[in-house]
């Protein structure tokens, strides 16, 4: 490799991770307010908010580390041509093809950087989370009730009632659960109750003692009202739903091809979607960067900026479609790439022509 060369992979390096560096700092800014109001709201511990941070890493470099590079060598060549050092390498007779060749090699490296992430770092990082999540609401179960107010389960279909808490036990007292159905609304109560959760497949359950249970029809035509007294009953609560951590978000790479379901057929798609957009938006930077003597400074950013959300924005709404339409087999997002592809091609043949 030329020493000319080997200048414009190194400063394209460093303004690409000082790019990363910025929208990290942001990504996390606003990732640490999500995860401080769930934590405020009593769904995840204060302990836990760190290492959730950092699980969140790989998701974070998914969504910023394309916008980064195509940021980096923007910058990097920029610069280099208002210093005229482009006209220089030009008139020494460095190929144009020879000038691509570090930018090719940068985003061959952070192309598969990102592919080793969103294969197999993100996956561990998701099942990671989910389990934690998972724990922290199980945990949170006591902590979740609140003596003196009605606390709502299962989308609003469940009201539990306690009038006293024991935070060391998990003992309740004067208790009151409504099960919201259509047809069939039921009623308990009970003078103490306790939490517990089945440690084989953990599931969570609320244990009412010399209680009384009332069940009434709300259409005419049913049975009329049905009152029983217990000495115990077990009331399953309710398993917490953590959107976003199928289980196809936790399989490496490898394992979601050849895909058997939509939701596979999707995460397969977004997977590669990061690094193939990091490959061509790079390329597509050094086609917008080099600019005429007279062009204005600030157009070419504009218009990389412009592409940039029109390709991103397009990818995310090819995936809510295939996941509206349950699509699990088809080209996909490939469409969207072979486009950007075209653009690039077009623009490159047309910077070497002017070269």
């Known amino acids: 490799m030329l020493i000319l060369q080997k200048y414009l992979f190194r400063e394209g390096l460093l303004a690409s991770l000082a790019s990363l560096v910025v929208f990290m700092v942001i990504i996390l800014a606003l990732f640490f307010a999500e995860v401080m109001g769930d934590a405020a709201q009593g769904r995840l511990p204060a302990s836990s908010i760190l290492l959730l941070l950092l699980l969140r890493l790989p998701e974070a ?38 000038a691509l060749l570090p930018v090719s090699g940068l985003a061959l490296c952070w192309a598969a950087g990102l592919l080793a992430v969103s294969g197999w770092l993100a996956p561990y990082a998701s099942e990671r989370t989910g389990l934690m999540l998972e724990d922290a609401a199980r945990q949170a179960l006591l902590s979740g009730l609140q003596p003196g107010r009605f606390n709502k389960m299962d989308q609003g279909r469940l009201t539990v009632y306690v009038g006293q808490v024991d935070r060391a036990d998990g003992s309740l007292g004067d208790i009151l659960v409504q099960f919201d159905d259509e047809r069939y609304p039921e009623l308990l109560t009970a003078s103490r109750g306790r939490l517990w ?148 091609a077009v623009m490159l043949i047309r910077q070497w022509r002017r070269w």
Do not use: C
């Open 197 to 344: 959760i089945d440690q084989e497949d953990g599931t969570r359950y609320l244990s009412l003692f010399d209680g009384q249970q009332v069940q009434h029809a709300s259409e005419r035509g049913d049975s009329g009202m049905r009152e029983i007294r217990f000495e115990r009953n077990d009331v399953r609560l309710p398993q917490p739903v953590l959107d976003g951590f199928g289980e196809e978000t936790a399989k490496p790479l490898p394992a979601l091809w050849p895909t058997s379901t939509a939701a596979e057929f999707r995460e397969l798609h977004w997977r590669l979607a990061s690094p193939i957009a990091a490959l061509m938006l790079a390329l597509l930077a050094v086609a917008l960067a080099v600019r005429l003597p007279r062009q204005g400074r600030f157009g070419s950013l504009v218009l990389a900026l412009l592409i940039y959300l029109v390709y991103s924005n397009a990818i995310h709404a090819g995936l809510l479609w295939m996941e509206q339409r349950n699509v699990h087999s088809g080209l996909g997002l490939w469409p969207l790439h072979w486009v950007l592809v075209l653009i690039m």
């Open 61 to 98: 470099l998914q969504m910023v580390a394309p916008l980064a590079l195509m940021t980096g060598v923007l910058l990097t060549w920029g610069r280099l041509g208002e210093q005229s050092e482009l006209a220089v390498m030009r008139g020494g007779g460095l190929a144009f093809s020879r």
